[in-house]
């Protein structure tokens, strides 16, 4: 996906990207790569493979959810900033926080965020079980994304206990989106969720299937959740 179908996919969607915000994304593609040669951020590193497999793709959960109007959104283990810095970019009211385990990637997002000129933005090297823990902290973002970090009956546990009542999370999700959030439904009802819905469409040029499940906070996250460090992965809630 070259910069001009980029631009023409997303005014497809109805989102039109200012010279600023183009010039945003090109500034976060030179930055990615020069980074990439210091630490590993991601394997995919040619420029149109970015446009469509970061940037495209992480700005697609607005195409099944409105980020438009002002919020708070707390991304968790975004690694180089996906999917909310795309999604930042194009909503600049969005109000973001990035929750990530690796002191070098935050480091990264740092810089990434000065270069980009971001405002409203926070960073914090934290795994997400602890930082739910912290005051102010639980229960306070009204949308939680992640996109890649673990399937969605441990995502579920790392993300819903940040998620105000009547919030969302947002997971972003590959072809096995279904089948995972089968086996999630234990673990997205005792941590106060119910699935809204589950979008399904392909990456354009390719046939990678995506995801987009959208869970509804409904009712307070069991304060024991989520549980220690580690816990949530390797005792995942599934029935």
Known sequence: MNKEQFIAALKEKNIHLSDFQLKQFDIYFHTLVEWNNKMNLTAITEEEEVYLKHFYDSISASFYFDFSNEMTLCDI????????????????SIRLTIVDSLQKRISFLNHLASELKLENVAFHHDRAETFAKKDGMRESFDVVTARAVARMSVLSELCLPLVKPHGHFVALKG?????????????????????????HFVLPGEDSERNIVIVEKKRKTPNKYPRKPGTPGKEPLEK
Not at 77 to 91: L, Q, R, T, V
Not at 175 to 199: F, H, P, S
């Open 175 to 199: 072809a096995a989106g279904q089948d995972e959030l089968d086996k999630a439904d234990y673990a997205i009802k005792t941590l106060g969720g119910e699935v809204k819905a589950i979008n």
């Open 77 to 92: 283990g975004a690694g180089a900033g996906f999917p909310s810095i795309p999604i930042k970019i194009c909503f600049p």
